[in-house]
């Protein structure tokens, strides 16, 4: 089946987002291993394999529609010290909220309600998995302060 040249566009720029979204989970939850920040390391890691299932979810469609999946990552925003992370990998998931939306808009207007669908559960993930959580970490830095929260993750 051929899809619409503009949603195939629209889905590799995507992918491009779930793919760096993977590496920098993957790097951070490294990272939170290495400092002994275990819980850290452990939920990351989970958003890791998410990402990589979004990924997985894009590729099929892009090859269904007849597109050429392009397996470039965006550019990572690394963090540097568990805050910055936290608030790095925040700034990532509304981005790809903004990004979904606009995608679902787009399909819509052709008429691609199958891709439509694929969107919608990853913007539920996005908000209501990743970014909810990412906002309660960063509230609970603010509520515990900093030593407190971290000696929660170990
Ligand atoms: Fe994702
Ligand atoms: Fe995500």
Do not use: C
């Amino acid at each position: 089946m051929q899809g619409h040249p503009k949603v195939i566009e629209t889905l590799n720029a995507l992918l491009a987002g779930e793919l760096m979204a993977r590496d920098q989970y993957f790097i951070h939850s490294r990272m939170y291993e290495e400092w002994g920040y275990t819980k850290l390391a452990a939920r990351i890691g989970h958003e890791m394999e998410d990402e990589t299932m979004h990924a997985d979810m894009f590729i099929k469609r892009i090859l269904t529609l007849g597109g050429q999946p392009n397996m470039v990552p965006a550019p990572l925003k690394l963090g540097h010290h568990v805050p910055d992370m936290l608030q790095k990998d925040f700034e990532v998931e509304l981005e790809v909220q903004q990004n979904l939306k606009d995608a679902i808009k787009l399909v819509e207007s052709v008429g691609d309600y199958v891709t439509r669908d694929l969107l919608v559960k990853q913007l539920d993930d996005t908000e209501n998995d990743h970014a909810h959580w990412l906002e309660q970490q960063i509230r609970l830095i603010e509520m515990l302060g900093l030593p407190n929260y971290l000696q929660s993750q170990l």
